[in-house]
């Protein structure tokens, strides 16, 4: 599985942004997508997730602002991100996880940088 983010740039506080994420090669039928975020010296915290039954989760500091859908016939994932703060700053990881024998099997995008900054 390939993953390629893109549509991160800089915004100022209160803008927004819309995250695009195309998934190719060997896609399951059983999957979750979504979206992930780090910040130097950090952990990878999760953001954003929709399976794909359509069930869509979202991690608190986020919820209200941000929105997960996507494109199935394209297999694309989307984050649209309104009302951005600065402490939404970080580089995003597209992520992409099916089920293995031993749990879950997870992929990772190459990443793409949000600034919210004036």
């Known amino acids: 599985v390939q993953l390629q983010a893109s549509g991160g740039g800089l915004v100022q506080p209160g803008g927004s942004l819309r995250l695009s994420c195309v998934a190719s090669?060997?896609?399951?039928?059983?999957?979750?997508m979504g979206w992930y975020r780090q910040t130097p010296g950090n952990q990878r915290d999760f953001v954003a997730s929709?399976?794909?039954?359509?069930?869509?989760n979202y991690a608190d500091s986020v919820r209200g602002r941000f929105t997960i859908s996507r494109n199935i016939g394209k297999n694309t994932v989307y984050l649209q991100m309104i009302n951005l703060e600065p402490e939404d700053t970080a580089v995003y990881y597209c992520?992409?996880?099916?089920?293995?024998?031993?749990?879950?099997?997870?992929?990772w995008g190459q990443g793409t940088q949000v600034t919210v900054s004036s």
């Open positions: 929709i399976l794909s039954g359509g069930r869509l």
């Open positions: 992520n992409y996880r099916i089920p293995s024998t031993d749990g879950w099997d997870d992929y």
């Open positions: 090669g060997s896609l399951a039928s059983i999957y979750v």
